[in-house]
T-cell receptor, first 117, second 112 residues
Framework: DADVTQTPRNRITKTGKRIMLECSQTKGHDRMYWYRQDPGLGLRLIYYSFDVKDINKGEISDGYSVSRQAQAKFSLSLESAIPNQTALYFC????????????????FGSGTRLTVV | GQSLEQPSEVTAVEGAIVQINCTYQ??????LSWYQQHDGGAPTFLSY????GLEETGRFSSFLSRSDSYGYLLLQELQMKDSASYFC?????????????FGTGTKLQVIP
């Protein structure tokens, strides 16, 4: 099983619909992130959470909301989807800083390709 | 704010060496990471440099010069499977050490 699992893998939805993207992890990491990837724009941070009671906005949070249901689960919602939210969405986790530099690395899920028509 | 610059595309020959550069501007720098992403796949973590110098991991090496706000990823003995996009990412900025900002990526094409 993958360390970070995203569902669904692909989704087509209509403008105005509410949609939830789900992420679960078995890494035991406290920190979880939602990123959006668009061609030529790299990865942009939507929301992040450092523990169950901690939720923070990223650089492009407008139109999105999140819920951290448990240490292992972090979901992203689009309350009313619009076409410019068509993108590839990634969930990621990290262990945070420590003496081991590799704890700074993010583990990404396989992504959800969302199309809003 | 923060900004990162890396070339959009690089082409190199199988078996050769290629260097992918990354320059950054940020207030409060903690480290530079590199990620690899194959088409349709997830980004995977390659390396992290917090201090100046070269870090080597197999065929891949990453270099950082904090005084020049510059780093690079060096890929040696290129293989066809190295064709992918490579992203640099800066830890730091107004959000502090917790914040990571990604560059727009360099698409590497390895040709026979």
């Amino acid at each position: 099983d993958a360390d970070v699992t995203q569902t669904p893998r692909n989704r087509i939805t209509k403008t105005g619909k509410r949609i939830m993207l789900e992420c679960s992890q078995t890494k035991g990491h406290d920190r979880m992130y939602w990123y959006r990837q668009d061609p030529g724009l790299g990865l942009r941070l939507i929301y992040y959470s450092f523990d169950v009671k901690d939720i923070n906005k990223g650089e492009i949070s407008d139109g999105y909301s999140v819920s951290r249901q448990a240490q292992a689960k972090f979901s992203l919602s689009l309350e009313s989807a619009i076409p410019n939210q068509t993108a590839l969405y990634f969930c990621a986790t990290s262990a945070g800083g420590s003496a081991d530099k590799y704890n700074y690395g993010y583990t990404f899920g396989s992504g959800t390709r969302l199309t809003v028509v | 704010g923060q900004s990162l610059e890396q070339p959009s595309e690089v082409t190199a020959v199988e078996g050769a060496i290629v260097q992918i550069n990354c320059t950054y501007q940020t207030s409060g720098f903690y480290g530079l990471s590199w990620y690899q992403q194959h088409d349709g796949g997830a980004p995977t973590f390659l390396s992290y440099n917090a201090l100046d110098g070269l870090e080597e991991t197999g065929r891949f090496s990453s270099f950082l010069s904090r005084s020049d706000s510059y780093g690079y990823l060096l890929l040696q003995e290129l293989q066809m499977k190295d064709s992918a996009s490579y992203f640099c990412a800066v830890r730091g900025g107004p959000g502090g050490y917790q914040k990571v900002t990604f560059g727009t990526g360099t698409k590497l094409q390895v040709i026979p």
